[in-house]
Structures are given as C-alpha cells and as structure tokens.
C-alpha cells in the first residue's frame, strides 16, 4: 500500500513538472511592435508665453488608442502659475511623412472645462533642434487660439527631451 502511494505521488510530482515546463513560451523573441506615431512621441521642452514672460514647460506628445494618425499635446497640467493660466491637452492629426500636424476647429481642451482650442501651423522636425546642453535634437513648433481668448494667437516653439541631466530645467 505504501509503494501504491508513493507510485501515485510520483506520477502527480511527474505530471505537475511536464505541465510547469510545457507552460513555458518557446515562441523566440517577442515583439512588442510599435505605435504609428512613435516616431513623433515623446516629452519635449516647449517655450511657454504668460505675461510677457517666456517659461519652459515639460510637455509630451502620445498617440491616442486609435492608433492612427492621431496624437494629443498636452502640458501635463504644468502651464497652471496663476488660475487664468491656459492650460493645454488635445488631440491633432499629424501628417506622418511631413510631421506637420494641426487640430480641427475647436476641438475640446481636456485641461479647461467646456473650453476648446485650435492648434494650427504645428511642426515636427526631425533634428533641427538643439537641447539647452547643445545636443541636437527634434524640434516642435505650433499655435493655439483658446476659446476664451478668441483671436489670440500663442506661438509655441520647444526641443524633444533627451534626459540628460544638461537639458533638464
């Protein structure tokens, strides 16, 4: 009776590995893929106009779940000094072989409740900037009317992000 038990446990034992060791994926090197506007993703430095003065916020550029030739800008809430500031998160379409992007008419600013925003003139160029520590690096440029301010352009310019400590502000 004993060998019958220990017989049983074994074949579990042995039946418990095989099944750990067929779970396992031998499919090779995944790949994860990529998004169609990866190439225009990322954080960038971007020159912020606000009473005459000119800030440098952290901005990113991401695609939407789409997946198509659709993105959002947005300041991760960091434009916000005063409670009038214009804050700034939308969605544009961007031409993936020029990087030329704009938004439609008055698409909605997820940053200002029932406020909308038009982006126009936006750019992405590759390499044509350079970084606050002289790295050459993609460059950003767009302007956007605020709904609130009807007729007032804001010209942004900025410089992808690369990490290095020398380009942080």
């Not at 004993?2 to 090779?28: E, H, R, V, Y």
């Not at 800030?55 to 005063?82: C, H, P």
Request: charged share 20%; aromatic share 10%.
């Amino acid at each position: 009776m004993k060998n019958l038990k220990n017989n049983i446990i074994k074949i579990l034992f042995g039946i418990l590995i095989s099944i750990s060791f067929a779970s396992c994926d031998a499919g090779g090197e995944p790949d994860a893929g990529g998004t169609t506007t990866q190439n225009f993703a990322g954080d960038w430095y971007i020159s912020v106009p606000f009473d005459g003065v000119t800030k440098v916020i952290r901005f990113s550029t991401y695609n939407t779940s789409a997946n198509d030739n659709t993105m959002f800008i947005d300041d991760n809430g960091l434009s916000q000094k005063t409670p009038n500031s214009q804050l700034l998160k939308a969605k544009y379409a961007i031409n993936l072989s020029d990087g030329s992007f704009s938004s439609d008419v008055n698409t909605p600013n997820l940053r200002q409740a029932n406020k909308t925003v038009t982006i126009t003139n936006g750019k992405i160029e590759k390499m044509a900037g350079t970084s606050r520590g002289g790295h050459t690096v993609d460059k950003i440029s767009f302007t956007v009317e605020y709904s609130n301010e009807p007729g007032v352009l804001y010209n942004y310019v900025g410089t992808k992000r690369t990490g290095f400590q020398e380009d942080e502000y």
